[in-house]
């Protein structure tokens, strides 16, 4: 079974940076495709990043480009965001979970989240 545990959200500042870490169990991460996806308040869930499996690509939702880096380290199972230059549109509840390359979009069901709050 397929299970994420993501941390690291908070209260941030417009400008400012976060690092978002998730923790993965169950699954070999290094076989699968895995992304961030974003669900802000009243709105549809946003896919954000997705890092392939092989060769080191990545892919990022417009709005974040730029901006947000996704990383992947295998070997601790552990999949990482890095958000920089926070805007206020950007406060969202983030998840992580395995991702469709082509579309980004999520191809598992993902963990409780961690609130990102970016406002002044």
């Known amino acids: 079974q397929l299970q994420f545990v993501e941390s690291g959200g908070g209260l941030v500042q417009p400008g400012g940076s976060l690092r978002l870490s998730c923790a993965t169990s169950?699954?070999?991460?290094?076989?699968?495709?895995i992304g961030w996806f974003r669900q802000a308040p009243g709105k549809n869930y946003e896919n954000v990043a997705c890092?392939?499996?092989?060769?080191?690509?990545?892919k990022y939702t417009q709005a974040v480009k730029g901006r947000f880096t996704i990383s992947r380290a295998n070997a601790k199972n552990t999949v990482y965001l890095q958000m920089d230059s926070l805007k206020p549109e950007d406060t969202a509840v983030y998840y992580c979970?395995?991702?469709?390359?082509?579309?980004?979009?999520?191809?598992?069901?993902w963990g409780p989240g961690t609130q990102v709050t970016v406002s002044s």
């Open positions: 979970a395995t991702c469709y390359w082509e579309s980004l979009g999520p191809a598992s069901s």
């Open positions: 169950g699954f070999t991460l290094a076989d699968y495709h």
């Open positions: 890092a392939s499996k092989s060769n080191g690509r990545t």
